[in-house]
Every structure is written in structure tokens, then in C-alpha cells.
């Protein structure tokens, strides 16, 4: 659920604004919305001193620890750290720009430039040039030219005249060093970069010390942040922020005691409130794909973690189809549940996880689908045999898509009550299903039921008639016939988009089933024959895998993020709840 809200306006004395918001810090409930833009000087500077200290923790993780370094401050280690950073992003882009001077210059072979230009004290011209093959031939007779290399009918040469004159070919400007020094540069460089990678390695005892002191860095910005945010008016300070209703009594306790001005108040329409989503752990497993994906509900809009888990358990099922896919999933899972439980804080991606790959071990075992559905026939037989014909499964994402969406306007429905407009939805619901019998028809070849008509017909009228009800009955039926005329014909498109799941399901199975056979096909006759064999199986089913796991973001994800949820008008507009706190310390 979306937590409730309150605005808290609190205005103080300018001279107390700092004490002030490290009292509101230490409450830390109220996401504050800075009144102007939160930079200045004192900013700057804790911005650089964070950005040195994750570019020190970026190059000290990983590293292999070596002995403690002793005699230095955590300040002088920081400084030093940082340095060494800086040299070695400026070597690497050294090396880079060297790397592309040595492509280039690879092909023309080593020679000193210094020995081209000692010519000229010889009253001769000398200098590399790019000319035309056919030209070659139409050179001047005082002119030497050596062909060094040709490349796409052009040829790189060595050219050697008594005098400079324009020769009307494309002159290559000489480098500065020969190509054995550029090569001797790179090697230098390579070798100061890894002696600063090892002097590295010494600060490795202090990685966590270092972490900790991002973590007070990052609380000092957010505190410079919020003071340079605070509007002002003569001598006080102001500043606007929210806070969960359940948190306010904290706020005002606090207030009282430090004598602040206070104002709690519900939030306006025009207010941007954070948004909070509070659900059971266990509903809490999809929060990884909103951050996947970087939504978030509005404040004022709908939380559907619920509806969102269940659904695309359902629709993983479907679109990855097969037992054996799915227990890869679930023991990679496992395999990394197992390394990763120490490192990892939130463990919501792993339990979602063993969700997903048990909802396709489960539709695999149901539809007789084991990697592939071919060569398995005669020797597992499909728990639930239906599922294996094509009009029944197209017909059951019909119906899935139906009772999705009309979650949606049930949902809606019990919003509007007590309106009028609660009727609108009704007739939008029975619209819905008069859609699912149009599709069974028009795709299935099945015969429209009388029933499919009367709830077009009925749902139909409701639409027409409490869409927005006025008391001007012309007014209302307009405004409801136009309402109707835009959205009819996106709920059968809408019904008729979740045949993906059978479309892209069948494919992934269809793909099985052809590396299956090419594989069986070789056999295993000989070694050869039976290494090729495998590492069809193999690489035919990993690319099938990944081809199935891009199933899920493109057509399991969208069927939640648009179909459902532009049915229930949202805009995933949400900004997160972020409160003003201390950074939290991770445990060691």
C-alpha cells in the first residue's frame, strides 16, 4: 500500500537553521523539497571530497589486501589514494592515445622522424605521402618515390625530391617519436600503472574505514544540501517537506521542544508527495523489478505490487514454459543465494527468483515441456494435456487478459462508490467481456454468444449514460458516446495483446525442439559427432534461455507496466520517499 502523507512546513531563526536540520536529521522521517537550488561553495566541497572517496573505494575493491600501511592519517591515505587514481585515468588515456598511434603508424614500420627531416640540410625534401596507385606511374623524373604499403588502391610512400614543391598528393604529417619509442612509451606506461595498482593494495586493510567515512560524507552533503535548499525571509528559514501520517506525532514532540514553527497539514493536489509503498515481505519480492525498470507509482496513483507479483508469475510460467529452464534458473538461484548471502542486504531478487523459475517448473511439468516437448513425448506425459492445444491456449490468454484488466476497473469501481460514475466502470468490466467472446470469434472461429452481445450492449449504455454524469442529459449522453467511441476499440486490442503469452511460449518450446533435433540429428557415433551433439544441446539451449529471459522484460513486464496499468489511468509519475537521515552504517 501507498503510505499516507502529511506536509510539514517548519520555519526557525536564520541562526538556528544548521541546528535545526541536524535535529530534523536525527528524527529522520521528513523527505525535504528544497525551496532553492541546493549548491553553494560548502556544497562543492563535499561534493569533490565524496567523489574522491568513491573513486578511492572503486579502486580499493577487489584488490588483494597486502600489510597495513602505518604512520599516515585517514585524511593523507584519502589524498594519496585519490592521486594515485588521478595517475592512473590519466595513463590509461595516454596509453589510449598512444594505442591509436601505433595502429596507426604500424603499417609505415619504424623509422626515426628525425632522419626524414635531416634531408633539408641536404638541400633535399623528403616526407610520407598518400597517392593514388594509378598516379604512380605519372610522377615527375627528379621525383623518388618507395611504395611502402598500399591500402584501398592507395599507396603510402616515401617521397624524395631536390626540391619542396607541391606535388598535389596528400601529405602525412610526420609523429613525433619513432614507432619503437611509441611502443617503449606504452610498455612504461603499463608498468607505473600496475606499480600504483600494488601500492594500492596496501590500503586494503582500510577499504571498510574508508566506506564509513563515504557514508559521514554523504550525511554532511545532504546536510549542506538542505541548508542551501532552505527558503529564507529576512531572519528566519523555512523549509517544506513530508512525512507518513504515523511519524508526525515524533515531528511535533520534537518541535515543541526546540520551540520551532510548525505547520502539519494535508497535501494539495498541486503538492509533488513522495511516494511510500509499505506490503508484506512476501510482496515486497517485486520492489527489484519497479527499480529495474525505474518506476514507481504516484502518490495519488495505485499501488499494484500485489496484482504485478501474481501476474507475472503467471506470465514467466507461460513465456519461459519449461521445466528444465526452470530448474536452471531456480539452481542458479541457489548457486547464488549461497555465494552472495553474506554480501547481500536485500535478498528480495533471489526470493522472487525461486518464485518465477518454480512458476515455469510448474507450467513445464503441466504442458510435458523438459527441454524441450518433442523428444519427450512417450516418455513424460503432460500433466494437464489441454494446455497443449493451440485454440485452448489461445483462448486462455484471452481470459487471462480479461480477468487482468478487470481487476483494474474493479478496482476503479470500488473507488468511485458511492457515484454514479462507479457504473461507468461496471459497464467498462462487462465491455471487457463482451471483447473476450469478439476475440474468441474473430480469432478462434467460435460463434459470438448471445451473452457476449447483451454485455456489449449493456455495457455499452452504462458507459454512454455515467461516464460523466451532468444534468444536462444531452451534455452527459456526448460526453459519454465520445468517451465510449475512444476506449472500445483499445479494450479489444488491449484483450487480444495478451495472445504474446501463447505466441512467444510456443516460440520458445519451437526453438527447443529445433536444436533437439539438429543435435539428435548428428548423434554420438563418434567423439566428434557427440562433442558437436553437445555443444548443440548446450549453446542452443543457453541462447534459448536468454531469448526466453528478454520474453519476460519485453512482453511479461509491458503486460503489467501498460495494458494494466493504463487501465487504471496510471502514469508511474511516483518520486521515492527519500527522508532526511544519517546514512546508515553497513554491518562488517
Known amino acids: 500500500m501507498i503510505i499516507p502523507m502529511k506536509k510539514v512546513s517548519l520555519v526557525v531563526q536564520k541562526k538556528d537553521a544548521e541546528n535545526t536540520l541536524m535535529r530534523l536529521r536525527d528524527i529522520g522521517v521528513v523527505h525535504v523539497i528544497h525551496e532553492n537550488p541546493p549548491e553553494g561553495t560548502g556544497v562543492a566541497e563535499v561534493k569533490e571530497e565524496v567523489r574522491a572517496l568513491q573513486e578511492a573505494i572503486h579502486f580499493l575493491e577487489g584488490q588483494g589486501a597486502s600489510h597495513a600501511t602505518q604512520g599516515s592519517g585517514r585524511i593523507e591515505m584519502i589524498e594519496r589514494i585519490t592521486d594515485c587514481v588521478h595517475q592512473i585515468r590519466q595513463l590509461k588515456d595516454d596509453m589510449a592515445k598512444q594505442h591509436s598511434l601505433i595502429s596507426q603508424w ?14 633539408a640540410h641536404k638541400d633535399l625534401h623528403a616526407g610520407l605521402f598518400k597517392i593514388s596507385v594509378k598516379q604512380l606511374k605519372n610522377l615527375p623524373d627528379d621525383v623518388v618515390c618507395n611504395k611502402i604499403f598500399v591500402k584501398d588502391q592507395v599507396a603510402h610512400c616515401f617521397v624524395l625530391c631536390k626540391e619542396k614543391k607541391a606535388l598535389g598528393f596528400q601529405e602525412v604529417h610526420l609523429p613525433q617519436i619513432s614507432l619503437s619509442q611509441m611502443k617503449e612509451a606504452q610498455s612504461a606506461d603499463a608498468n607505473k600503472i600496475q606499480n600504483i595498482k600494488n601500492e594500492l593494495k596496501r590500503y586494503h586493510s582500510c577499504f571498510n574505514s574508508f566506506k564509513h567515512i563515504l557514508e559521514e560524507k554523504f550525511s554532511d552533503l545532504r546536510l549542506k544540501e538542505a541548508l542551501a535548499g532552505m527558503g529564507a525571509a529576512e531572519e528566519l528559514s523555512y523549509l517544506v517537506g513530508f512525512c507518513p501520517s504515523s511519524a508526525c506525532v515524533e515531528v511535533k514532540n520534537v518541535s515543541r521542544k526546540e520551540k520551532w514553527g510548525l505547520v502539519i497539514e494535508d497535501p494539495s493536489d498541486d503538492d509533488k508527495v513522495p511516494t511510500l509503498l509499505k506490503n508484506p ?4 519480492m517485486i520492489k527489484p523489478v519497479f527499480s529495474m525498470m525505474n518506476v514507481l507509482p504516484g502518490y495519488k496513483e495505485f499501488d499494484i505490487s500485489v496484482f504485478f507479483l501474481v501476474f507475472l508469475s503467471i506470465f514467466f510460467g507461460i513465456l519461459i514454459g519449461d521445466a528444465g529452464y526452470g530448474v536452471i534458473f531456480f539452481l542458479g538461484t541457489l548457486f547464488a543465494h549461497i555465494k552472495l548471502n553474506q554480501k547481500m542486504k536485500d535478498k528480495a531478487p533471489l526470493f522472487l527468483m525461486y518464485v518465477l523459475s518454480t512458476c515455469a517448473i510448474v507450467w513445464g511439468l503441466l504442458t510435458g515441456t523438459i527441454f524441450g516437448q518433442a523428444w519427450i513425448k512417450g516418455i513424460f506425459n503432460p500433466l494437464l494435456p489441454w494446455l497443449n492445444n493451440a485454440q485452448n491456449m489461445q483462448m486462455l490468454c484471452f481470459l487471462i487478459g480479461a480477468i487482468h484488466l478487470s481487476i483494474a476497473h474493479i478496482w476503479k469501481t470500488i473507488l468511485k462508490i458511492p457515484s454514479l460514475c462507479a457504473l461507468s466502470e461496471i459497464g467498462w468490466i462487462s465491455i471487457l467481456w463482451g471483447m473476450f467472446f469478439v476475440a474468441k470469434m474473430l480469432i478462434l472461429g467460435d460463434p459470438l454468444p448471445q451473452a457476449g452481445k447483451l454485455m456489449l450492449l449493456a455495457g455499452s449504455t452504462l458507459v454512454v449514460f455515467f461516464s460523466q454524469p451532468k ?8 460526453l459519454g458516446l465520445g468517451e465510449l467511441l475512444m476506449s472500445i476499440v483499445n479494450m479489444f486490442t488491449d484483450i487480444v495483446s495478451y495472445i504474446r503469452l501463447f505466441a512467444v511460449g ?6 527447443a525442439d529445433a536444436f533437439n533435433q539438429m543435435a539428435f540429428g548428428i548423434g554420438f557415433n563418434s567423439f566428434l559427432a557427440g562433442l558437436a551433439t553437445a555443444m548443440i544441446l548446450v549453446l542452443g539451449h543457453l541462447l534459448n534461455i536468454a531469448l526466453g529471459a528478454m520474453a519476460i522484460l519485453v ?24 527522508p532526511f537521515r544519517k546514512a546508515e552504517r553497513e554491518n562488517n
Open 506 to 511: 510456443l516460440a520458445t518450446v519451437a526453438v
Open 471 to 478: 444534468k444536462n442529459i444531452f451534455k452527459t449522453v456526448g
Open 106 to 119: 604500424e603499417p609505415w614500420g619504424d623509422f626515426n622522424p628525425k632522419d626524414v627531416e635531416s634531408f
Open 281 to 284: 515481505k512476501w510482496v515486497d
Open 555 to 578: 512482453h511479461g513486464i509491458r503486460l503489467n507496466v501498460l495494458e494494466f496499468s493504463s487501465h487504471l489511468n496510471m502514469e508511474w509519475a511516483g518520486m521515492a520517499y527519500n
